[in-house]
């Protein structure tokens, strides 16, 4: 996969905000008439699972680089290999037992088999079953297989279907190799601003940086970040949300978003927390029926809604939660900012991280009218640019004709070319209930 110099992606951006700074004709921007298709757009992130955990599975098109007819096996410890190797099945619970690490320096042994990857090291996607295993110090080899298993196909029949119904894109990789917040924050902001774990300051609303829902209250144009979360919802990590008196005005409780959609009220930009960690989201203990539940009962509020002809759906995941993926996610990438992280390693000695690497494959959908049946979306198609989180933001910003916020923005592959010509009549109206197991 090429990717771009810094030096490129920095004039690019620099040229970008110039541009679209000076020009009062963003024509070309949002797509050949993708402003009369496209009125509102919906954002759900879930929560900590890889493509292969989720959507490995899957067997209605042989196109989809997941876990049919493939062998994927870690070794159930790098530095043993006498102790013989563990293959994906998929035989993962309806809950899982353990959340598996996701930090920092544990995703560095999952993809690296070390805390202490060097520039030049390769990522050969070995370590999630040591990595299970050193973290809940367990020699249960079938414990830590956890980590490496994906859930069945018939396991998963909501989430499937909506793959079969619209876009699911296989080679979309979160923003950071590490924890949810980070990740959240370069969803909606384009960096972390050198956060690398879940700290205080996403509680507090320390960010300073700006978000994509300062952007669009700039621009005029509206959105509410509904939440179902017991903490901070993603909106709320700014400084200005709060300072703007935006906390008070566009922040509202999930179940308005119910109501919302029903009246066909929704706002241009929709972003939903879902509710974390026990039911809704997919984290563990979140069990897979429960989430499918949450993700039928938000696609069928916007199916059943006066906005639907109007409405672009995305759904992603905010990492891949410490379960395994056997495709080596993009180094060498334009960071949001320069600021550097650094923790302290299991074994003591401190690991930095610069943001110059992308996380794990997440699994992602484009939901709407117009978009195609059963389409599996690669990689990026802008010059050797791939699809991450950032790509939501890049959208947007070409969208509504806004500057990209950060250099990792402008380096991310957007989705303007999945919008069809003609809108489709034969999208599901429901979803399939999904088992217990």
């Known amino acids: 996969m090429v990717v771009l110099s810094y030096i490129a992606i920095l004039v690019a951006f620099s040229i970008s905000r110039l541009a679209r700074a000076e020009s009062s004709d963003h024509g070309g921007h949002g797509g050949d008439g993708i402003h009369d298709k496209i009125k509102n757009i919906v954002i759900l992130v879930q929560e900590n699972r890889s493509f292969n955990s989720l959507a490995g599975g899957f067997t209605y098109s042989k196109d989809i680089n997941g876990l049919v007819n493939r062998q994927f096996c870690n070794p159930v410890n790098v530095t043993n290999p006498s102790l013989g190797t563990v293959c ?10 353990d959340d598996p690490n996701h930090g920092v320096s544990g995703v560095n042994m999952e993809l690296f088999g070390t805390f202490h990857p060097t520039p030049s090291s390769t990522e050969t996607m070995m370590g999630f079953v040591t990595e299970q295993g050193d973290t809940f110090r367990t020699t249960n080899v079938s414990r830590a297989a956890e980590a490496i298993e994906f859930w069945a196909e018939d396991k998963l029949n909501v989430m499937e279907t909506l793959a079969k119904n619209f876009v699911l894109f296989d080679e979309w990789f979160c923003a950071v190799p590490g924890p949810t917040n980070p990740n959240r924050a370069y969803i909606t902001s384009g960096t972390s601003h050198g956060h690398g774990q879940n700290d205080n300051d996403f509680n507090i609303a320390a960010l300073p940086q700006k978000s994509l829902f300062q952007q669009l209250s700039e621009n005029n144009i509206t959105w509410i970040n509904y939440s ?181 923005v402008a380096f991310s592959s957007t989705f303007e070319s999945l919008i069809l010509n003609k809108r489709r009549d034969n999208a599901i109206t429901t979803l399939p209930t999904p088992p217990e197991f």
């Open 88 to 97: 994906a099945t998929d035989t993962l619970p309806n809950i899982d037992g």
């Open 228 to 408: 179902n979360a017991s903490f901070a919802p993603d909106s709320l990590f700014y400084s200005w949300t709060v300072s703007s008196g935006a906390s008070k005005t566009n922040i509202k409780p999930l179940t308005q978003f119910f109501t919302d959609a029903q009246a066909g009220q929704l706002p241009q930009v929709t972003y939903i927390n879902p509710e974390c960690c026990s039911v809704q989201s997919f984290h563990p203990p979140s069990s897979a029926t429960d989430g499918q539940i949450f993700v039928k009962t938000i696609y069928e509020a916007i199916r059943a809604s006066p906005q639907w002809d109007e409405t672009l759906f995305i759904m992603t995941f905010d990492e891949h939660g410490g379960f395994a993926d056997h495709v080596p996610p993009p180094q060498n990438v334009p960071p949001g900012d320069n600021i550097i992280y650094t923790e302290l390693a299991p074994d003591g000695k401190n690991v930095t991280f610069d943001f110059t690497r992308l996380g794990v494959r997440v699994p992602t959908y484009l939901i709407s009218p117009w978009v195609g049946q059963g389409v599996i979306e690669h990689g990026g198609k802008n010059n050797g640019k791939v699809y991450t989180h950032t790509s939501i933001l890049a959208f947007l910003s070409n969208f509504f004709h806004m500057p990209f916020l950060t250099p990792r």
